[in-house]
């Protein structure tokens, strides 16, 4: 059987649905799945101990508990592969993009940004950690989902993208291999960087199709309240679904 | 009896308009020739005391065009060894009226040369910019790429600017024999050793930079339907870092200063849509006894940079925010901290 964790922010909660609706999923795959959540960066109050990802922070322990259904402490060595679904995507075309713009990036300017993201991102640092502690636990970053194609920002990008003629789409698909290949790069031993799953992704593979992020609902342990409609960041049980597929596949 | 400075102002004499005034704020030395309207899109370029000029109009609420801006995820620290930020295109420092001609001839050439590239360890540098990628570029492919991305960005700066700031800083420069192409550096100080018999040295006249910038003009008004682009001239005080002419450095520095400091005058007095401001003056000014420079005798110091900007935003106030307060200047900083790729020359001094 494989042991499943997903840790983060409120973007567990798309998975925690989903897993609600994945019994004879799992029971064909072999797979059981935890996840432990806290709010926003409240994880940054996480810390490593003897093995387990732990808080002093009696909210981020009250978080995980009810997220996992009891556990307020995450053991490590008790997962096969713990997901990170917190921080940005270092897919993400936002740490390439100038205003609206999707400027020429060489790979020297993507290799000093990605330097800083991986620098910066607690997120990313938590999950680096938590491989380092147990190095034969495979630790994935995914981070925090690509916004939505309704967002302001997607809207223009996909816009120019699909403009005929125009040099922002060859910047911008050139701009993907970069990542990729420079993302791809960065892993080592047991931890490594994954894009969100493709078919959530709209051509240009920067941005979530809509469909998945209406209907998200808030990070409440009755998973009752929906986002608000201009929420573009966070996704529903749809996205989970396919986050736990791709993640299995 | 009266004479033909009875009735001057006290800024014509020399006791009254300088020595008798404190250096750090001299009265009445710069009259504007015109208004920089709140609306107007500004341009920024030329030698590295230029960067101070750009960063303070931008924090006063000056409109200052930035084509090319930094990712979002590029660390700050990081933008100016990048070229991010330091003027309105990431073309480095021009340090010649002919090197600007040239990057707006090739921003609208429809069938350029081939783009100047070195090539040094394995790493490939765009010759018109050597600084703006640290470690240089991985392939020449992706310096072209990066070339093509540049000038189609500068073909905007240059339609849509309303008033260029254009900081003149030297005469001498080295020149692609082939191509007749200016480069900001000498071949062989961050790479083109091998092909280095490949550049001549040239030391500008007064006509070659007044003629140049003319052209630079007229270039500009024909790619702009007949709208002509105001200039705003400055002439950078600090002086060379080395010099090729086999003069004496001091010598040749103020051969340079002097030919600089006519050009503008003389670009300034023929057009209407030239006015110089002069950071020259406020630095090198004598009451100042030299305190503007550091120790190394060439770079201003941050006071000296203030008292420029004083002076500057003295006669174009600084443009108010909605909230009634002026932006928050960044800590100023001395010109170490500016991109100055002629000081890499001092790495061959004795």
Known sequence: MKRLCFLGNSHVAAVRLAIGEMQEYCVAKDVEIDVFGSQRNSLRAAEIKNGVVT????????????????????????????????????????????????????????????????????AINLAREIAQANRSVTVTHIGSPLISTQSPRAKKFISSYHEVGSEFGVRAKQLKTLITQKVAALGESNFRFSPPPSAALEDSGFFTEHVYCQGSVLFTPEANEEHKRDDFSHMNAKYGRLVVEHVLS | MTSFYSDLEERAFWKTGVADKSALALADLYRKKWDIQPDWKIGTAGSCFAQHIARHMRQNGYSVLDVEPAPMGLAPELHQSFGFGMYSGRYGNLYTTRQFRQLIASAFDKDPEPYLIWEKGGRFFDVMRPNIEPAGFESREEAVLARDYHLERLRELFLTADVFVFTMGLTEAWVHRESGRVVPLAPG??????????????????????SEFRAAMDLLRSVRRGQ????????????????????????????????????AGQLCESHDTVDYFPSFEIITNPAARGTFFAPNLRSVLKE???????????AHPPQITELGTEAEPAPARNVDDVQCDEQMLEAFGR
């Open chain 2, 228 to 263: 002509d682009m105001r200039f705003l001239l400055t002439v950078s005080p600090v002086p060379l870092t080395a010099t090729a002419t086999g003069q004496h450095v001091l010598a040749a520095s103020t051969y340079s200063k002097a030919v600089l400091r006519t050009a």
């Open chain 1, 55 to 122: 808080s002093s922070s009696k909210f981020v322990r009250n978080n995980f508990q009810w997220t996992s259904g009891g556990m307020s402490e995450l053991d490590i060595g008790r997962y096969d592969e713990i997901v990170v679904l917190a921080g940005l995507s270092l897919f993400s075309s936002a740490h390439y993009q100038a205003n609206a713009e999707v400027p020429f990036v060489s790979s020297g300017l993507a290799d000093a940004i990605l330097a800083h993201r991986v620098k910066e991102d607690w």
């Open chain 2, 304 to 314: 000296g940079v203030d008292v420029v900007m004083k002076t500057f935003f003295a």
């Open chain 2, 189 to 210: 100080v961050v790479a083109g050793e091998d092909v280095a018999d490949e550049y001549v040295f040239e030391n500008f006249s007064l006509e070659d930079v007044v």
